[in-house]
């Protein structure tokens, strides 16, 4: 099992920018994929993007690709997710979370692929 902490959010105005961070301690980081999720006030947990064990791949939903960016540092056992011209909707919890499956082929997306979660970091985006 991995532990998860959440960094980096805040309060930003619409268009602009945010990077959060999911630093994990114990052993299994490398070999696993990656995820944020999000869940807004009163809506489901929904599926942000995700980074493929070694970084060579990455998943967005629609509602981000263009303006989210999913990156890690294997090293420093460091997923981030930079955020850019934020809008109004993109105000929710975020949460990352790491792959219950280590060196998967492909880039997971669904929550029941991901085992270990981290306790959340607010992003709330203003109008």
């Known amino acids: 099992q991995v532990q998860l902490v959440e960094s980096g959010g805040g309060l930003v105005q619409a268009g602009g920018s945010l990077r959060l961070s999911c630093t994990a301690s114990?052993?299994?980081?490398?070999?696993?994929?990656m995820g944020w999720f999000r869940q807004a006030p009163g809506k489901e947990r929904e599926f942000v993007a995700a980074?493929?064990?070694?970084?060579?791949?990455?998943r967005y939903a629609d509602s981000v690709k263009g303006r989210f960016t999913i990156s890690r540092d294997n090293a420093k056992k460091t997923v981030y997710l930079q955020m850019n011209s934020l809008k109004p909707e993109d105000t929710a919890v975020y949460y990352c979370?790491?792959?219950?499956?280590?060196?998967?082929?492909?880039?997971?997306?669904?929550?029941?692929?991901?085992?270990?979660w981290g306790q959340g970091t607010q992003v709330t985006v203003s109008s």
């Open positions: 979370a790491a792959d219950s499956v280590a060196f998967r082929a492909v880039v997971p997306a669904r929550e029941i692929d991901f085992a270990s």
């Open positions: 114990g052993r299994t980081f490398s070999s696993n994929a």
């Open positions: 980074t493929k064990w070694n970084g060579g791949i990455t």
